[in-house]
């Protein structure tokens, strides 16, 4: 069975400062990964996901994720953070073409200080 | 579009209270599911169905039943609520489609309390 592996809990950061946070999966034959963004007391929105070709994706907001199959990783990255990137990140995976059956990581909580 | 919506937002039960929590979807989606969230385990999989009238379990279904009559609803039932389902529950939707693009759009949530 896929599993998800975010390794750090909390990431605290200073606004404008890069940061990576990071997960893992199991190894799998075809693979679909996302990041999930959960800002306090909302549900989950999309940041961005991976589901064939480059191997680099971007979202709107400066976020970015590569996607390394060697490694089996999926890391997020943004080169300069803002206050309001506050929030709880969700890796995610799914195997082929079952959305309905999503694995998500245990999450990482990114607190932005000033 | 409303996207996913989820009642009741809040509600506290008493041991061995049953309920239901509602789920529905505007955007005529195939795929429905029910997640909980618990601190430092991410959100897990309850039950999922992949169209009307068929449905599974995921990895934590024990104390929860679900049903989909209609493409839009998906409501999850505890039968007999315990303190360990104290958590927060999401639904999701999503679709399939040729280009195989398989995002799920997610509810706001009902945080429960089972004293």
């Known amino acids: 069975a896929q599993s998800v592996t975010q390794l750090d809990s909390q990431v605290p950061v200073f606004e404008e400062a890069p940061v990576e946070l990071r997960c893992n999966y199991s190894?799998?034959?075809?693979?679909?990964l996302f990041w999930y963004v959960q800002y306090p007391n909302q549900g989950l929105q999309l940041l961005l996901k991976?589901?064939?070709?480059?191997?680099l994706v971007e979202s709107i907001n400066g976020f970015e994720a590569e996607f390394n199959k060697s490694q089996t990783s999926f890391h997020l990255r943004k080169p300069s953070v803002h206050i309001s990137d506050t929030a709880e990140y969700f890796c995610?995976?799914?195997?082929?073409?079952?959305?309905?059956?999503?694995?998500f990581g245990s999450g990482t909580r990114l607190l932005v200080r000033p | 579009n409303a996207g996913v919506t989820q009642t009741p937002k809040f509600q506290v039960l008493k041991t061995g209270q049953s309920m239901t929590l509602q789920c529905a979807q505007d955007?005529?989606?195939?795929?429905m599911s029910w997640y909980r969230q618990d601190p430092g385990m991410g959100l897990r999989l309850i039950h999922y169905?992949?169209?009307?009238?068929?449905?599974d379990q995921g990895e934590v279904p024990n104390g929860y039943n679900v049903s989909r009559s209609t493409t839009e609803d998906f409501p999850l039932r505890l039968l007999s609520a315990a303190p360990s389902q104290t958590s927060v529950y999401f639904c999701?939707?999503?679709?399939?489609?040729?280009?195989?693009?398989?995002?799920?759009?997610f509810g706001q949530g009902t945080r429960l309390t089972v004293v």
């Open positions: 999701a939707s999503s679709y399939s489609s040729a280009d195989r693009s398989t995002e799920a759009f």
């Open positions: 190894s799998s034959v075809s693979v679909y």
């Open positions: 991976y589901l064939s070709g480059s191997t």
């Open positions: 995610a995976v799914s195997d082929g073409d079952s959305s309905y059956k999503l694995i």
């Open positions: 955007m005529n989606h195939e795929y």
């Open positions: 169905s992949v169209g009307a009238g068929i449905t």
